[in-house]
Nanobody, 112 residues
Framework: EVQLVESGGGLVQPGGSLRLSCAAS????????MTWVRQAPGKGLEWVSL????????DYAASVKGRFTISKDEAKNTLYLQMNSLKPEDTAVYYCVQGRTRGRGTQVTVSS
């Protein structure tokens, strides 16, 4: 069974940083393309970033490019999202996704 458990969210001031983690199990993490998506209050899901199986290819939504960095640690079966220079519009529940499976998410709130 594929399981994805996000953590690392919280309340941060504008300009601050957070690192989200996603602990993965139940599938071949080292051979999987992984994705982060988010859902802001009252809005639909928004794709944020992806990383391919060997970590050599990454891509980002225009809204986060230059501020967020996706990475994966195959030894720990963990996906990360380093978020810097956070803005209020980054406030959302962040989910990691593999195939058709999405975790329960972690809340990120950017507010002064």
């Amino acid at each position: 069974e594929v399981q994805l458990v996000e953590s690392g969210g919280g309340l941060v001031q504008p300009g601050g940083s957070l690192r989200l983690s996603c602990a993965a199990s139940g599938f071949g993490f080292s051979s999987a393309t992984m994705t982060w998506v988010r859902q802001a209050p009252g809005k639909g899901l928004e794709w944020v970033s992806l990383i391919n199986s060997d970590g050599r290819i990454t891509d980002y939504a225009a809204s986060v490019k230059g501020r967020f960095t996706i990475s994966k640690d195959e030894a720990k079966n963990t996906l990360y999202l380093q978020m810097n220079s956070l803005k209020p519009e980054d406030t959302a529940v962040y989910y990691c996704v593999q195939g058709r499976t999405r975790g329960r998410g972690t809340q990120v709130t950017v507010s002064s």
